[in-house]
């Protein structure tokens, strides 16, 4: 084969080009349908199966963390009971309308019982929050420092709930000054929260 024959070759001629010509161009024509089907079919499949990964990653992901919280159902059901029974006791400890004044009585009682002198006792306005009210109770009781210990934890194991808020003790003299903001708190009852 010489290469005068080469520049022969015609398209009109393709059935008299020399084996070894019909072989390149079978195999460029091959290689561009090749490339072509790569270019445009293969290559965006790819990019679809790598999204499909990438979303099969994140739903397993998904599939763990709910499998997880379904094997501790039981634990999870039995803390919620828990959680409401706990609840209902705290509840329970929010005096209603009627349980205030005999509340009240007995913060006095325990600061009277500690032998504190009593210079203000005076209940606030209630505020009322989302399902409760709070009664914050202004108090300045003068003695020593057990007397203070033994009252505040008096109020503490009251059967009803009382939080002791911004103490201040100063001196007066030979004793001392307690000056504290004690909150208790209430529950609105139905009608109270329709208002």
Known sequence: ??????????????????????????????????????????????????????????????????QKKAANLEALKQQMADMEESFGDMLRRLPDKTEVAALLVDISQQGLGAGLEFELFRPGSEQPAEFYAELPIQIRVVGNYHEFGQFISGVSDLPRIVTNHNIKITAKGDQLVMDTTAKTYRYLDEDELEE
């Open 1 to 66: 084969m010489k290469m005068s024959d080469l520049q022969n070759l015609t398209l009109d001629n393709i059935g008299t080009w020399p084996l070894p010509v019909k072989a390149v161009a079978i195999g460029l024509v091959c290689g561009a349908i090749i490339g072509a089907g790569y270019w445009y079919v293969s290559k965006p499949q790819f990019a679809i199966l790598a999204e499909a990964e990438q979303l099969e990653v994140t739903k397993m992901e998904a599939l763990s963390f709910k």
